[in-house]
Protein backbone atom coordinates (compact mmCIF):
# COMPACT_ATOMS: atom_id res chain seq x y z
CA UNK A 1 0.00 0.00 0.00
CA UNK A 2 0.94 3.41 -0.77
CA UNK A 3 2.34 5.25 2.53
CA UNK A 4 0.90 8.99 2.00
CA UNK A 5 -2.44 6.15 1.50
CA UNK A 6 -1.70 4.76 4.77
CA UNK A 7 -0.69 8.11 6.44
CA UNK A 8 -3.89 10.00 5.10
CA UNK A 9 -6.22 6.60 6.61
CA UNK A 10 -4.35 6.43 9.86
CA UNK A 11 -4.36 10.56 10.16
CA UNK A 12 -8.30 9.99 9.14
CA UNK A 13 -8.77 7.43 11.83
CA UNK A 14 -7.24 9.47 14.85
CA UNK A 15 -9.22 12.84 13.64
CA UNK A 16 -12.33 10.54 14.04
CA UNK A 17 -11.38 8.78 16.68
CA UNK A 18 -11.26 12.32 18.87
CA UNK A 19 -14.15 13.85 17.40
CA UNK A 20 -16.20 11.03 19.14
CA UNK A 21 -14.05 11.55 22.09
CA UNK A 22 -15.02 15.18 22.22
CA UNK A 23 -18.80 14.79 21.16
CA UNK A 24 -18.93 12.36 23.90
CA UNK A 25 -17.33 14.50 26.64
CA UNK A 26 -20.18 17.27 25.64
CA UNK A 27 -23.27 14.46 25.98
CA UNK A 28 -22.09 13.89 29.36
CA UNK A 29 -21.49 17.51 30.35
CA UNK A 30 -24.59 18.34 28.92
CA UNK A 31 -26.45 15.66 30.46
CA UNK A 32 -24.85 16.42 34.06
CA UNK A 33 -26.19 19.90 33.52
CA UNK A 34 -29.86 18.45 33.00
CA UNK A 35 -29.65 16.40 36.10
CA UNK A 36 -28.49 19.85 37.92
CA UNK A 37 -31.42 21.69 36.63
CA UNK A 38 -33.65 18.66 36.97
CA UNK A 39 -32.76 18.77 41.00
CA UNK A 40 -33.05 22.36 41.23
CA UNK A 41 -35.13 23.85 43.54
CA UNK A 42 -35.32 27.60 42.06
CA UNK A 43 -35.30 27.68 38.07
CA UNK A 44 -33.44 30.20 36.08
CA UNK A 45 -36.26 32.53 35.68
CA UNK A 46 -36.84 32.77 39.36
CA UNK A 47 -32.78 33.29 39.96
CA UNK A 48 -32.70 36.24 37.14
CA UNK A 49 -35.92 37.54 39.31
CA UNK A 50 -34.02 37.47 42.95
CA UNK A 51 -30.65 38.75 41.12
CA UNK A 52 -32.80 41.88 39.88
CA UNK A 53 -34.28 42.09 43.60
CA UNK A 54 -31.41 42.31 44.42
CA UNK A 55 -29.75 44.69 42.20
CA UNK A 56 -31.83 46.68 39.75
CA UNK A 57 -30.64 46.96 36.41
CA UNK A 58 -30.79 45.00 33.16
CA UNK A 59 -29.79 41.16 33.38
CA UNK A 60 -27.82 40.63 30.20
CA UNK A 61 -26.83 36.90 30.85
CA UNK A 62 -27.69 33.97 32.70
CA UNK A 63 -26.08 30.34 33.68
CA UNK A 64 -26.42 27.79 35.91
CA UNK A 65 -22.19 27.69 36.73
CA UNK A 66 -21.12 23.38 37.59
CA UNK A 67 -17.65 24.83 37.79
CA UNK A 68 -18.00 26.29 41.55
CA UNK A 69 -17.81 24.33 44.84
CA UNK A 70 -21.26 23.93 44.73
CA UNK A 71 -22.95 24.66 41.05
CA UNK A 72 -24.96 27.71 41.22
CA UNK A 73 -26.67 30.30 39.06
CA UNK A 74 -24.52 33.42 37.93
CA UNK A 75 -26.47 36.24 36.80
CA UNK A 76 -24.91 39.58 35.07
CA UNK A 77 -26.55 42.58 35.44
CA UNK A 78 -25.98 46.25 34.39
CA UNK A 79 -26.96 48.66 36.97
CA UNK A 80 -25.79 52.28 37.24
CA UNK A 81 -23.39 52.00 39.67
CA UNK A 82 -21.70 49.13 36.80
CA UNK A 83 -21.74 45.63 36.07
CA UNK A 84 -22.68 43.04 38.98
CA UNK A 85 -22.22 38.88 38.92
CA UNK A 86 -24.40 38.00 41.01
CA UNK A 87 -24.40 34.82 42.11
CA UNK A 88 -27.60 32.78 43.27
CA UNK A 89 -28.00 29.30 45.40
CA UNK A 90 -29.33 27.17 42.64
CA UNK A 91 -31.72 25.50 45.93
CA UNK A 92 -32.70 27.96 48.31
CA UNK A 93 -32.39 31.17 46.37
CA UNK A 94 -30.15 32.83 48.51
CA UNK A 95 -27.70 35.44 47.03
CA UNK A 96 -23.98 34.01 47.49
CA UNK A 97 -22.43 36.87 45.80
CA UNK A 98 -22.16 39.76 44.00
CA UNK A 99 -19.00 41.49 42.85
CA UNK A 100 -19.59 44.64 41.15
CA UNK A 101 -17.18 45.73 38.71
CA UNK A 102 -17.68 50.04 38.49
CA UNK A 103 -18.11 51.69 35.23
CA UNK A 104 -14.87 53.76 36.43
CA UNK A 105 -12.84 50.92 37.52
CA UNK A 106 -9.45 50.24 36.09
CA UNK A 107 -10.92 45.84 36.29
CA UNK A 108 -10.95 45.61 39.84
CA UNK A 109 -13.50 43.93 40.96
CA UNK A 110 -15.29 44.87 44.67
CA UNK A 111 -17.26 42.10 46.33
CA UNK A 112 -20.54 43.38 48.30
CA UNK A 113 -22.85 41.44 50.12
Partial sequence: MNKKLLSGIILSLLLLTIT??????????????EQLLATSKVNLPQAINLALQE???TAVSAEL???????????????????????????????????L???????????RD
Avoid: C, W
Wanted: aromatic share 4%; proline share 2%.
Fill in 65 to 99: DDELKSPAYVVEVFAGDGQHKITVDRMTGQILKNK
Fill in 20 to 33: SFSALAGTQQDKSE
Fill in 55 to 57: VSG
Fill in 101 to 111: KSADDDGDEEE
